[in-house]
């Protein structure tokens, strides 16, 4: 994968890690109570889809163009009610129902956030770090940290306010990167165990993806939610296939408005070769949510032929 984002900002894998990321602040915000939120690989910010990058791949045409581009045809009402505040946020960075530009996670975050609350947006590339200067340096809500990612997870927990969100988002540029999360993501909770983190990372080969899992389950981590978006059957090794995150203390709501909103997401961002899917499910089904049994998570999940 290119580290720059730009070749990929508003794909399908921004829909589903921007999707959630939403869903997760917008719960934050039920209690009075500050929170931050923690980037730990923040990007740019902000990304012109007309830019050569985007226009190279044309990546978000085939992400967020097919929910609110000019051919999109409407959500079915729950769906767009969960979907409703992230499309409301894209919709802020352009001109009416155009699609020019896609904001970030930094961007995103800021958008939803109170004024009582804090973004550390922590990016080590100087250049996106001085694109997110741009884009973000001006909100006084908002502090900019260039530190090695993993050195940052540690350095920055556990927050003054003791609610916080995490979001780990690594270019994975390095083979080792699933382990280092791993690493990271145990170190982390070590320091901050209430907290949320978000983790994503890619499905191309399914060997590696299934010993992050292993490794993952291995730490009993308690409510560990693994949410997949597959663009495709799995059989080309060196292509994006798909992508997935793991969400770590989710919140109680996350878990039933996936389940809502995932099936669209499939129909909706599948590659035209078929095989397209998701899965929803707990890496420890004892771990499931209130009111939700573990037989009943296990059944989301959806690979069409």
Not at 27 to 53: C, W
Not at 68 to 92: I, S
Request: glycine residues 8%; positive net charge.
């Amino acid at each position: 994968m290119n580290y720059r984002h730009a070749y990929h900002a508003g794909n399908f894998a921004d829909v589903l890690k921007h999707a959630v990321l939403t869903l997760v602040l917008e719960y934050m915000k039920r209690k009075e109570a500050p929170f931050r939120v923690i980037d730990t690989h923040a990007g740019a910010g902000r990304y012109a889809l007309a830019s050569p990058q985007a226009e190279k791949t044309g990546e978000w045409q085939g992400g967020i163009a097919r929910l609110m581009g000019v051919d999109a045809k409407p959500l079915p009402p729950p769906v767009a009610q969960h979907l409703q505040p992230y499309l409301d946020v894209v919709r802020r960075v352009n001109a009416g129902d155009t699609l020019g530009f896609y904001p970030g996670s930094p961007a995103i975050a800021l958008s939803l956030m109170r004024p009582q609350d804090t973004l550390i947006a922590n990016e080590l590339h100087p250049e996106e770090l001085s694109l997110l200067e741009d884009a973000i340096g001006g909100d006084r809500r908002a502090k900019l940290m260039a530190l090695d990612a993993w050195v940052a997870l540690k350095a920055l927990l556990p927050p003054k306010e003791r609610r916080g969100v995490v979001l780990i988002d690594p270019p994975f540029e390095e083979k080792d990167e699933l382990d280092r999360i791993a690493t990271g993501l145990t170190q982390g909770l070590q320091r901050f165990a209430t907290g949320i983190y978000i983790v994503w990372y890619p499905i191309k080969d399914l060997k590696p993806v299934a010993r992050f899992h292993a490794a993952l389950a291995a730490l009993a981590i308690p409510k560990s939610l693994r949410v997949e978006l597959m663009l495709e059957r799995p059989r080309h090794p060196d292509r994006l296939n798909g992508c997935g995150l793991i969400v770590v203390n989710p919140p109680y709501t996350l878990d039933g408005q996936l389940g809502a909103v995932l099936p669209e997401l499939s129909r909706r961002l599948a590659s035209t070769r078929g095989g397209g899917g998701y899965r929803l499910d707990w890496l420890d089904p004892t771990h499931a949510s209130p009111g939700k049994a573990a037989p009943e998570a296990k059944r989301r999940m959806r690979i069409r032929p």
